[in-house]
């Protein structure tokens, strides 16, 4: 049973970058066939993709997020990241991880990262 | 705005049959398989319908999907007090490169 596990510091300043951590356990993030995604959820709020990494590190970002995102893959530790420059109160929100293949099937529990001084 | 459209609310009784539409358009339900996940308040997504209508293992068969076009539905029969919570609906959008999710639909068990 694959497992995702967000980490990383639940306090960011505005201005600052969030940067997050998933550790994936119960499976390879180099078996190929799957992208690992990134997802946030704004308190109360709907669903929002923010973009998806492959093992060999091929990206797609949203258009929406596209000039403040970056997300990178460590193979070695099975983990992929999130880094989101510039922030502000507006990027106070839950962020996901998820595994997709046709579909995200796998999520993490999700971690609350909060933009204030 | 969410890519895919989904009524913010429905509400039923236990037993009554409920259905949830999502709404989309050619670059995403009308060319992908949809998938329906059910939140409840606290965790994360969990998948109840994929491709279009099929059930996880340990998803009851009182949830169904279905598609046509560029809507698809999610249906629950036999409804359960435990089967209030937020669904969501989400495809791949060949025109934004990425997923996309519907606004959810907040079912509240009368």
């Known amino acids: 049973q694959v497992q995702l596990q967000e980490s990383g510091p639940g306090l960011v300043k505005p201005s600052q970058t969030l940067s997050l951590t998933c550790t994936v356990s119960?499976?390879?993030?180099?078996?190929?066939?799957?992208?690992w995604n990134w997802i946030r959820q704004h308190p109360g709020k709907g669903l929002e993709w923010i973009g998806h990494?492959?093992?060999?590190?091929?990206?797609y970002y949203s258009p929406s997020l596209r000039s403040r995102v970056s997300m990178s893959v460590d193979t070695s530790k099975n983990q992929f990241s999130l880094t989101l420059s510039s922030v502000t109160a507006a990027d106070t929100a839950f962020y996901y991880c998820?595994?997709?293949?046709?579909?995200?099937?796998?999520w993490g529990q999700g971690a609350l990262v909060t933009v204030s001084s | 705005q969410s890519a895919l459209t989904q009524p913010p609310s429905a509400s039923g009784t236990p037993g009554q049959r409920v259905t949830i539409s999502c709404s989309g358009s050619n670059s995403n339900i009308g060319g992908n398989a949809v998938t329906w996940y059910q939140q409840l308040p606290g965790t994360a997504p969990k998948v109840l319908i994929y491709r279009n209508n099929q059930r996880p293992s340990g998803v009851p068969d009182r949830f169904s999907g279905s598609k046509s076009g560029t809507s698809a539905s999610l249906a629950i029969s036999g409804l359960q007090s435990e089967d209030e919570a937020s669904y969501y609906c989400a495809t791949w959008d060949d025109s934004v490169t990425g997923w996309v999710f519907g606004g959810g639909t907040k079912l509240t068990v009368l």
């Open positions: 119960g499976g390879s993030i180099s078996s190929g066939g799957y992208y």
């Open positions: 998820a595994r997709s293949g046709q579909h995200l099937d796998y």
């Open positions: 990494i492959s093992y060999t590190a091929n990206t």
